[in-house]
């Protein structure tokens, strides 16, 4: 049984530090963040041909990236703030030691901090920051049809997982337009875009995976499709990962270990997903921390190869 705590924090800073520790680890979301977004960026500019430079494109993708993830954190506290009260009264939203108005400052802090660095220093991207935004508010209301999405899980997975997309859409964009010139988005930055973006869909639907028999009255992946055929869907994300990272290393001419680490990591990740898939109980379910694992030693691995090939501008 869980300990709930019985009144609820006078100070806002002491909620805030309780929402840090127990849902937006920010000691741990803030370094995740700029390394994968660092990766992004020099893997975009490798990409296009350009001498790799950090300057205030960069700047402003780093804040973007790490507000935009606050950003989208906020969004789903707040959309199931009602159902967290019933599935998951241990949480701090429910049992008050956050409030809702935290999370809703913290929502419009960040929204606050998004327009004002690209509005004042991203003017070179701002239209497709618009694109962004727009998109990422249209998922936070349900595309005005709360009521439907909220029973068709499956079509809201249909509608909110090109958020990802878009959001990575958004930062090669920031890669791009560093230097000199404003690069052109090529072929291999789509594919770059799906190494991406592939695997926070495999996360996401990991996440909402139960074994057999262990499903709750949240509604799951494996509740509406059967738990093999919804493992499927991370695993296939996963694998296709790998294969187009090791297509884009080759087209880069990174060195033969980063192909060697990729295919040991999916091999990790076929191992993991096969055994749950065979036996498709409790004990085999780490899909989720497996996604997460698999997912930043890619990045890494992209990022240090990279790092080996080419040599970095500093423009700020």
Request: proline share 4%; hydrophobic share 55%; charged share 15%.
């Amino acid at each position: 049984m869980k300990t709930m705590p019985t009144s609820t924090p006078e100070s806002f800073l002491a909620r805030v530090w309780i929402y840090s520790k127990e849902i937006f680890p920010v000691l741990i979301y803030l370094p995740y963040v700029v390394v994968l977004y660092i990766c992004l960026n020099f893997s975009s500019q490798a990409i296009a041909g350009s001498t790799i430079s950090m300057d205030i494109n960069g700047i402003v993708g780093m804040i973007t990236a790490f507000f935009i993830m606050l950003q989208m954190r906020t969004f789903d506290d707040l959309k199931d703030i009602e159902i967290d009260k019933d599935l998951f009264p241990w949480r701090a939203t429910p049992r008050k030691a956050v409030l809702k108005s935290d999370i809703q400052i913290l929502s419009i802090f960040s929204f606050v901090v998004l327009v004002l660095t690209n509005v004042i220093f991203g003017q070179e991207t701002i239209n497709v920051f618009v694109l962004m935004m727009v998109y990422a508010i249209l998922t936070f209301k349900w595309f005005f049809a709360e009521e439907f999405h909220r029973k068709n899980l499956l079509f809201t997975m249909a509608t909110h997982q090109p958020l990802p997309w878009v959001i990575n859409y958004f930062l090669i964009h920031t890669a791009l337009a560093a230097g000199d010139t404003y690069d052109s988005f090529s072929t291999n930055h789509w594919i770059l875009l799906a190494i991406f973006s592939l695997p926070i869909t495999a996360w996401e639907v990991s996440r909402k995976i139960r074994a057999i028999g262990h499903e709750t009255e949240y509604e799951t992946f494996s509740m509406i499709f059967g738990t093999r055929p919804a493992t499927w869907i991370p695993f296939i994300c996963l694998l296709l990962t790998g294969l187009l990272s090791i297509y884009i290393a080759n087209t880069l001419g990174l060195n033969l270990s980063f192909i060697w680490i990729t295919i040991a990591l999916m091999i990790y990740v076929i191992l993991v997903y096969g055994r749950f898939l065979k036996t498709p109980i409790v004990e085999n379910n780490n899909l989720t921390n497996t996604a997460m694992i698999f997912t930043t030693a890619v990045f890494l691995n992209f990022l240090a190869h990279v790092l080996m090939n080419y040599e970095v501008v500093n423009q700020l």
